[in-house]
């Protein structure tokens, strides 16, 4: 590639326009929430007060407490539904398959304040299901709560599905026939089948997906606001909360919840690394 | 064996209906007046009327099109011209624009939006516009697609092979560039430029957090209708906005299974 005296560093400026990109709106803007984090209230040095401040106030505690507890229900569920989705999308005509994956490709996208509009028309305190409950006289649903953890978790779990989905239905390709086969002929029945040969060859999809879902629910925040304004602690909407809108900005206090909430993303995210005994996502 | 695929086809068929219920629900409780019983009653148009009534629907509806199209373009643009001075002449760096191309996708729009709001607000001038900034942001929270797309796009073409071809019958690298791997690598950047629109499309995070009453989308308006003026207005809206996006969808889709032979093809 490297030719004499053709100066390939000339076409080196056509990487100024990403670099002024990513440094202006990624990398400044991340390292002084890192460097905010760890600075006084309105003062200069370093200090972990902040950390201490966060993690002594109940608010704060609760909104750890609340956005784990979401994340790790509703990506449980979500990846087991996405499980047997996936797995029966494997063996299916491709007919199906390809009407599965259309209907995957369009929820998928369907996440935020319009979710939240549909779940309150369909469990709000008037919702279609839950009225409806009421009058065949169905406690469960018509008690249901949906400005409540519950009733965070129903509407994450509904956008965790398609993703969960379309991210093991590839894996579940690499799970060939000729195994299931082998196994037949040697009086396996499916679920043995499943249990020691597919779920651990799946193993590592299925790890790096529950982190994706980890990640991508922490951070979520548009659902739980447009249903809970600011009535619930979630660390997303402390976050916003801290830098947007209202009175005061706590820049120090947001930037420090920030890292909090980063962290744990990127807990999630290492978790994966580490199972799968390989750095980096899958390229 | 038969009833095992009638089991499977179960699922896909109880999942599905799972999916499309808050969808067929929320758009038919947009058609009628009375669903306060099992069945709704009173068909009506009047959730559209209102909706139409709206001033700021359309003009949103056309706001919305151009802050999701606007910072596509301006990635895609951007991205070319570092993927292929990076792919030919510095290979070596492609791991880390990979790495930075990647972080977005781990912190998300909340994260980003902050930090972008906390570090520029202040600052006279055109870096705190608030519509500068949102753009600024849109660009890097669409990168990991972005980036995916244009690489797995230029590594199914043969890049390399292509631009020796061309120098060879008497182009430059960047005539090269422009006139043979731009054309031949359209199709698989078109998914991802679409997938990323209609991400843009319906975001509410980042817009609000940056540009706060600066810039309205639908999804704000969306969010304002349905907590300040009526939930069934709100319906109405949703259906129109879902039908644009699907409309989008419906275009990847077709993108997709006309590159599944030749071109691109993310899973490997």
């Known amino acids: 590639m490297k030719r004499n005296g053709n100066p390939r560093w000339k076409y080196a400026i056509t990487l100024l326009p990403f670099l002024i990109l990513v440094l202006m709106f990624e990398v400044v803007p991340l390292l002084t929430i890192l460097v905010n984090a760890f600075k006084p209230v309105d003062g200069h040095g370093f200090t972990l007060g902040n950390f201490a401040y966060l993690f002594s106030k109940r608010t704060y505690q609760q909104a750890l407490l609340n956005s784990v507890v979401i994340a790790l229900v509703s990506s449980a569920i979500g990846l087991l539904v996405a499980f047997f989705g996936a797995m029966a999308a494997a063996s299916a005509t491709s007919r199906m398959k390809k009407i599965f994956m259309a209907i995957l490709d369009m929820t998928s996208n369907f996440s935020g304040v319009p979710l939240a509009l549909a779940y309150i028309i369909m469990l709000g305190n008037v919702g279609v299901f839950v009225l409806f409950a009421k009058q065949v006289g169905f406690a469960p649903l018509a008690s249901f709560n949906l400005y409540s953890t519950a009733g965070l978790i129903a509407a994450y779990i509904y956008f965790q599905i398609p993703l969960a989905t379309m991210l093991l239905i590839p894996a579940f390709a690499g799970v060939r026939k000729e195994w299931k086969e082998s196994a037949a002929l040697m009086k396996a029945r499916p679920w043995q089948f499943w249990a020691y040969v597919g779920i651990p060859i799946l193993g590592p999809s299925i790890i790096g997906t529950f982190s994706v879902l980890i990640a991508n629910s922490l951070a979520a925040y548009a659902t739980a606001y447009a249903l809970m304004i600011n009535n619930y602690p979630l660390l997303a909407i402390k976050i916003s909360g801290m830098f947007v809108g209202e009175i005061t900005q706590q820049k120090e206090l947001g930037s420090a919840l920030s890292v909090i909430l980063m962290l744990l993303m990127s807990a999630a995210i290492l978790v994966n690394n580490r199972l799968l005994g390989r750095p980096g996502k899958e390229s | 064996?038969?009833?095992?695929?009638?089991?499977?086809?179960?699922?896909?068929?109880?999942?599905?209906?799972?999916?499309?219920?808050?969808?067929?629900?929320?758009?038919?409780?947009?058609?009628?007046?009375?669903?306060?019983?099992?069945?709704?009653?009173?068909?009506?148009?009047?959730?559209y009327e209102d909706m139409l009534a709206t001033p700021r629907f359309f003009p949103d509806l056309l706001r919305t099109i151009i802050i999701s199209v606007v910072p596509v373009a301006i990635t895609v643009l951007i991205m070319l011209l570092a993927l292929y001075t990076v792919l030919i002449f510095f290979p070596r760096l492609e791991k880390f624009l990979q790495l930075l191309c990647m972080i977005p996708y781990a912190i998300q729009g909340v994260i980003l939006s902050v930090s972008i709001v906390s570090l520029y607000t202040r600052v006279p001038g055109f870096l705190s516009n608030r519509i500068f900034l949102l753009v600024g942001a849109y660009c890097i929270v669409i990168l990991p697609y972005i980036f995916q797309g244009i690489r797995n796009a230029m590594r199914s073409v043969n890049?390399?092979?292509?631009?020796?071809?061309?120098?060879?019958?008497?182009?430059?690298?960047?005539?090269?560039?422009?006139?043979?791997?731009?054309?031949?690598?359209?199709?698989?950047?078109?998914?991802?430029?679409?997938?990323?629109?209609?991400?843009?499309?319906?975001?509410?995070?980042?817009?609000?957090?940056i540009a706060g009453n600066a810039y309205e989308n639908v999804s704000i308006l969306l969010y304002m209708t349905m907590n300040i003026v009526s939930v069934r207005t709100a319906t109405a809206m949703f259906t129109v906005v879902f039908l644009v996006t699907l409309l989008i969808s419906i275009l990847v889709f077709n993108l997709q299974s006309k590159t599944e032979g030749g071109t691109s093809r993310e899973e490997r």
């Open chain 2, 1 to 47: 064996m038969k009833n095992h695929k009638a089991g499977g086809n179960i699922v896909l068929v109880l999942i599905m209906v799972y999916l499309l219920v808050p969808l067929l629900l929320t758009f038919t409780f947009s058609v009628f007046g009375n669903w306060t019983s099992m069945l709704p009653k009173n068909f009506t148009l009047r959730a």
């Open chain 2, 159 to 209: 890049m390399p092979m292509l631009i020796e071809a061309a120098e060879m019958l008497g182009a430059s690298k960047l005539e090269a560039f422009f006139k043979v791997i731009v054309p031949n690598i359209v199709p698989g950047i078109s998914v991802s430029a679409l997938l990323s629109i209609s991400m843009l499309f319906g975001d509410w995070v980042v817009i609000r957090n």
